[in-house]
T-cell receptor
């Protein structure tokens, strides 16, 4: 079974530029998550999709971050314009179902390391 | 909002010994789940173990077990017979809005 795919793996941009990350979840996984992990911290949930609908985007800085999952499969996360504090690893994860009750663990992709200079 | 606290920034353990990594949480949900993940230096997040709040028994997965004390809102991870490959960051998380703790860096010494 193929894992969660993410691209690019690394990206360096200057502040005020825009950047986009792509994620392809495990086939059949309805729920997709985007996390931001700043160095030395735990992952912070940015947005959660169930199929192509947004379940939770309460921690997404909507003035500069956007995400979509148009066909309920792969997803893109965009930052425009980027700030220095956006330097982090952006992790995508998927699971069979949203976490309520039974255990459906998340499978994480390798992440995209973003450096904003 | 849920809050997860991991009070041990770093832990050391001798190879083949057991180690306990602490996690306390705060949630108002009547039913919830708790996860532990491992993140090696390569960066990938690896699922270790899950505990449901209404599970009668503490969860176990191979060398990993969860010491769940619901009244104290504590969900400590116990790793038995530590191996050098266990050296990594360990994160506790509460299902729902998937809030993670700050993590504990475990170093296994030979």
């Amino acid at each position: 079974e193929a894992g969660v795919a993410q691209s690019p793996r690394y990206k360096i941009i200057e502040k005020r530029q825009s950047v986009a990350f792509w994620c392809n979840p495990i086939s059949g996984h309805a729920t997709l998550y985007w996390y931001q992990q700043i160095l030395g911290q735990g992952p912070k949930l940015l947005i959660q999709f169930q199929n192509n609908g947004v379940v939770d985007d309460s921690q997404l800085p909507k003035d500069r971050f956007s995400a979509e999952r148009l066909k309920g499969v792969d997803s893109t996360l965009k930052i425009q314009p980027a700030k220095l504090e956006d330097s982090a690893v952006y992790l995508c994860a998927s699971s069979l179902i949203r976490y309520r009750g039974p255990s459906y663990e998340q499978y994480f992709g390798p992440g995209t390391r973003l450096t904003v200079t | 909002a849920q809050k997860i606290t991991q009070t041990q920034p770093g832990m050391f353990v001798q190879e083949k010994e057991a180690v306990t990594l602490d996690c306390t949480y705060d949630t108002s949900d009547p039913s919830y789940g708790l996860f532990w993940y491992k993140q090696p230096s390569s960066g990938e997040m690896i699922f270790l173990i899950y505990q449901g709040s209404y599970d009668q028994q503490n969860a176990t997965e191979g060398r990993y077990s969860l010491n769940f004390q619901k009244a104290r809102k504590s969900a400590n991870l116990v790793i038995s017979a530590s191996q050098l490959g266990d050296s990594a960051m360990y994160f506790c998380a509460v299902a729902g809005d998937m809030r993670f703790g700050a993590g504990t860096r475990l170093t296994v010494k030979p």
